[in-house]
């Protein structure tokens, strides 16, 4: 890629002097119907950009579905605790630039849906206000397989996490999402009763089914006659639609900042970098109306869990496989990961020979059209995804993408070696035993498990040993992986391998013993 010198911001003019010249929307929403926890780079070149394609649309008169013709679908945005976008936003007038990267080049666009963005952990009250707010039809959250706040083990609400306890018994200051959602629709149903949709946009498998077990089990733990309250409004009043998101959205860096400032000709402090395939299926379970997100692409679904099941396994799992045996490579990015043969290879056979047969198409997809696609946004070069952005927080996220695959594959008489080196690749990453290094990229994953692995590693002699220790006594996948001694052992073997002679050897055993079984 062509070297930028560095954009000279100073001189630019703000984005938000975008309007006068027409390089950003000029129609704003007229009023908030959204609020949005989780005002990350993914919800604003998502979630953002197909509301934006709305509110074209209803500007043009609408294609007379639900939602067209209205433009009170603007978004206030929640960051949960960093106030970097919300400050940067508010100073350029609510707008950022989408900036889509293609080997081909970059093209921009200016959303321009959101009407307000503040720090959820700064002003607890306004949060509970918002989405008890008359006006607010829609809660959407992109808070991340970590946010959600529910026990790996069973799946339930983490009732004994102290930020549970903490939104439990203060009620007008919650913390966590789960806490804020159930206070606001607690104030909902005291003050005005005014139906409205909670909608998980996060890669969790049935986003909404866990989202309203969660929200339920929160509201039935309010004390006395609040809970019985709380939870006949949420029965009567409130739909939790499943959805499944797809936008492979890096983090931001200044390489973005001056591509904006020589692009488009104006500074822009949080621009979000995306590659140029979106997607998003939604059930139409919508309590109070929607805006017509069908205008941006959004496919309305009977299919929802289909479609997310082939995501989070073909997309998501083989994604952490790459990850993980990138980082160990030395490997700082996706796409220069799986260009290596042997990391091509492993993605290749894990999809197809661990993932593909636990996944039912949904309609009209064709499944080999979709794994060449996946390689093909993966070898997006540009994009600079990295190994340690997919590698963060995969204590939650393999629980979403290696269980159940692996578990009906072993329950077949078929040892999944691909998952098992999955599991084994993360281990070496996120718990090096004494005197292995993992390398850089390994040590910039960020994981919520890294005490617990770390005194897992600390105790253990070897490979064999850690996967014991994590996956049999600290439930890392779940129970009923910890109950499979014939996974257990091959994670720790190929652990062993990795110690020994490195990453790529392990796949390659793998392989081996994948094309023997
Ligand atoms: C990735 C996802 O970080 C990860 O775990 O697998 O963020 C992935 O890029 C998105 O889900 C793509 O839609």
């Not at 707008?95 to 503040?118: K, N, Q, R």
Request: negative net charge.
């Amino acid at each position: 890629m062509a070297h930028l010198d560095p954009a000279p911001s100073a001189a630019l003019p703000p984005l938000s002097a975008a309007y006068d010249d027409g390089a950003a929307p000029r129609r704003r929403p007229s009023a908030a119907g959204i609020v949005h926890l989780g005002l990350g780079n993914f919800h604003r070149a998502h979630q953002a950009v197909y509301t934006r394609a709305a509110l074209d649309a209803a500007g043009a008169g609408g294609a007379g579905e639900a939602g067209a013709g209205d433009d009170a679908w603007g978004i206030i945005g929640v960051s949960s605790r960093s106030d970097t976008i919300p400050t940067a936003m508010k100073a350029q007038d609510l707008l950022y630039t989408v900036v889509e990267i293609s080997p081909e080049g970059e093209s921009f666009s200016v959303p321009g849906v959101h009407t307000d963005a503040f720090v959820g952990a700064a002003e607890p009250e306004r949060v509970v206000a918002s989405i008890a707010a008359a006006g607010t039809r829609i809660v959407s959250l992109t808070v991340t397989e970590n946010g959600y706040f529910y026990s790996p083990r069973t799946g339930h609400l983490a009732v004994d996490d102290p930020a549970i306890q903490h939104d439990l018994r203060t009620p007008g200051r919650p913390t966590t999402p789960i806490g804020q959602i159930v206070r606001g629709l607690q104030e909902r149903a005291r003050s005005h009763g005014e139906p409205v949709t909670i909608l998980s946009c996060d890669n969790l498998t049935d986003n909404g089914h866990h989202t309203e077990r969660l929200v339920k089990e929160f509201a039935g733990l309010l004390p006395g006659p609040e809970a019985a309250e709380t939870l006949a409004f949420i029965e009567d009043h409130v739909t939790f639609p499943s959805t499944m998101v797809d936008r492979i959205v890096p983090a931001t860096t200044d390489h973005y900042r001056e591509l904006v400032a020589h692009g488009l000709g104006y500074a822009d402090g949080v621009p979000v970098p995306a590659e140029p395939f979106s997607m998003w299926v939604l059930e139409d379970r919508f309590a109070a109306g929607r805006p017509a997100w069908e205008a941006g692409g959004a496919v309305f679904s009977d299919e929802v869990a289909l479609y997310e099941q082939l995501k989070v396994r073909l997309l998501n799992g083989t994604h952490s496989l790459i990850a993980y045996l990138g980082a160990l490579c030395g490997v700082a990015t996706i796409s220069e990961a799986v260009s290596s043969g042997p990391i091509e290879v492993a993605a290749r056979t894990v999809l197809r020979e661990e993932y593909l047969p636990s996944v039912t198409a949904p309609r009209g997809v064709d499944l080999a059209a979709y794994e060449e696609q996946l390689f093909v946004r993966w070898r997006n070069t540009a994009l600079g995804h990295r190994t340690s952005q997919v590698g963060t927080d995969g204590s939650v996220k393999l629980r979403q993408r290696v269980p159940a695959p692996a578990l009906s594959l072993l329950d077949a008489g078929t040892m999944p070696h691909f998952l098992a080196l999955t599991t084994a690749a993360y281990l070496a990453c996120l718990a090096p035993l004494k005197g292995f290094d993992p390398g850089p990229h390994a040590a910039a994953m960020v994981d919520p498990a890294r005490p617990m692995l770390a005194r897992a590693a600390a105790e253990s002699a070897t490979g064999h040993d850690l996967a014991r220790r994590v996956l049999r006594d600290h439930h890392l996948l779940g129970e009923a992986l910890a109950g499979r001694d014939d996974f257990i052992q091959r994670t720790g073997e190929l652990l062993d391998t990795i110690h020994r002679h490195g990453a790529s050897a392990a796949a390659a055993e793998a392989g081996a013993a994948a094309a023997n079984r």
